[in-house]
C-alpha cells in the first residue's frame, strides 16, 4: 500500500501562486511515477500533469502548460506541483495519485483509471 497525502491549497487571488506536496508512504517511492489530477464542482476528473519515476520525464495538460510545474523529490519521498499565474478557472480540487513503474524510468500515464494510489485531495480556490 502507498498513503499519499496532500496539502498545500487554499484561497488565492487571480495571478497568484501556490505549491502543493504530496507526500508518500509506505512503498518505496522511486517506484512510482505519479500524477496530478483536479476535479471542479459538478465536473469530471481531468488530468494536470505527471511525472516519471525518476523525475526525468513530465507532461502537461494543455490548459495548465507553461504555468505549472511538476517535480519530486525521491529523497523526501514528496511531489510538488508549482502552479503560478492561477486563474479562476483552475479552482478544483487537486488529488495525487501513484502508478507503479519500477520497470520504466521514464513511464508516466495521462489515465486516471492506470494509477493505483490516490491521495484525499486539497481544494484550491482562485478568486477573481
Known amino acids: 500500500q502507498v498513503q499519499l497525502v496532500e496539502s498545500g491549497g487554499g484561497l488565492v487571488q487571480a495571478g497568484g501562486s501556490l505549491r502543493l506536496s504530496c507526500a508518500a508512504s509506505g512503498r518505496t517511492f522511486s517506484d512510482y511515477a505519479m500524477g496530478w489530477f483536479r476535479q471542479a464542482p459538478g465536473k469530471e476528473r481531468e488530468f494536470v500533469s505527471a511525472i516519471s519515476r525518476s523525475g526525468g520525464s513530465t507532461y502537461y495538460a494543455d490548459s495548465v502548460k507553461g504555468r505549472f510545474t511538476i517535480s519530486r523529490d525521491n529523497a523526501r519521498n514528496t511531489v510538488y506541483l508549482q502552479m503560478n499565474s492561477l486563474k479562476p478557472e483552475d479552482t478544483a480540487v487537486y488529488y495525487c495519485?501513484?502508478?507503479?513503474?519500477?520497470?520504466?524510468?521514464?513511464?508516466?500515464?495521462?489515465?486516471?483509471?492506470?494509477?493505483?494510489?490516490w491521495g484525499q485531495g486539497t481544494q484550491v480556490t482562485v478568486s477573481s
Open positions: 495519485a501513484a502508478v507503479w513503474a519500477s520497470y520504466s524510468g521514464s513511464y508516466y500515464t495521462t489515465n486516471a483509471n492506470a494509477y493505483n494510489y
